[in-house]
């Protein structure tokens, strides 16, 4: 049981490239999140899903975009990477659709670093 | 909208003694309320959570924490520290009256906690 994986640990990118952060779990989790952490901000809630198929934004969506086709998988895409896009990008997963009272996991994160 | 405040980036403590990390939050509703733990170069980790009933709430690694509704506050304790537990200490609050993208996890900015030997 791995839990809530995601690949890669670290990444760097260029100014205005591409790329997929995957996260997948193996939990049959219902709902999945991204977040993103910045130095004396916590945690920021980027998009989120209730289940495959269904998707909406959290906080600070603008230049990432998700899908979720299985319940495994929740991929968060990069449209063209920003330096401000530079941090610690953790995904998430919570057992139950509302997900309102249980806790989340978390996986162990990527640092992305945009040059 | 929610908020979460953590008013100390830094707390330090000497190993054995009691510690206390603060938490107040800000919700229209009634709230649900977590702390997390992350360790260097890993994850949020789930320490404990507040949903209903008894005000104070135990958790792993021998962590407390009280709600106090009258001073919104949800603050984590010890009663005894250990150098083990110095890592950042995250709370984090979900409005159960909110709807949509209001109801998600809202985080504070976290706190630093160094048990010095």
């Known amino acids: 049981n791995a839990g809530v994986t995601q690949t890669p640990k670290f990444q760097v990118l260029k100014t205005g490239q591409s790329m997929t952060l995957q996260c997948a779990q193996d939990m049959n989790h219902e709902y999945m999140s991204w977040y993103r952490q910045d130095p004396g901000m916590g945690l920021r809630l980027i998009h989120y899903?209730?289940?495959?198929?269904?998707?909406d934004q959290g906080e600070v969506p603008n230049g990432y975009n998700v899908s979720r086709s299985t319940t495994e998988d929740f991929p968060l895409r990069l449209l063209s990477a920003a330096p401000s896009q530079t941090s610690v990008y953790f995904c998430a997963s919570s057992y139950g659709i509302r997900a309102e009272n249980t806790e989340a996991f978390f996986g162990q994160g990527t640092r992305l670093t945009v040059v | 909208a929610q908020s979460v405040a953590q008013p100390e980036d830094q707390v330090n403590v000497a190993e054995g003694n009691p510690l206390t990390v603060k938490c107040t939050y800000s919700v229209s509703g009634n709230p649900y309320l977590f702390w997390y733990v992350q360790y260097p170069n890993r994850g949020l980790q789930f320490l404990l959570k507040y949903i209903t009933g008894d005000n104070l709430v135990k958790g792993s690694y021998g962590f407390e924490a009280e709600f106090n509704k009258s001073q919104t506050s949800f603050h984590l304790k010890k009663p005894s520290a250990l150098v083990s537990d110095s890592a950042l200490y995250f709370c984090a609050v979900r409005d159960r009256g909110s709807s949509g993208s209001a109801r998600q996890l809202t985080f504070g900015s976290g706190t630093q906690l160094t048990v010095l030997p």
């Open positions: 899903s209730v289940g495959a198929g269904i998707t």
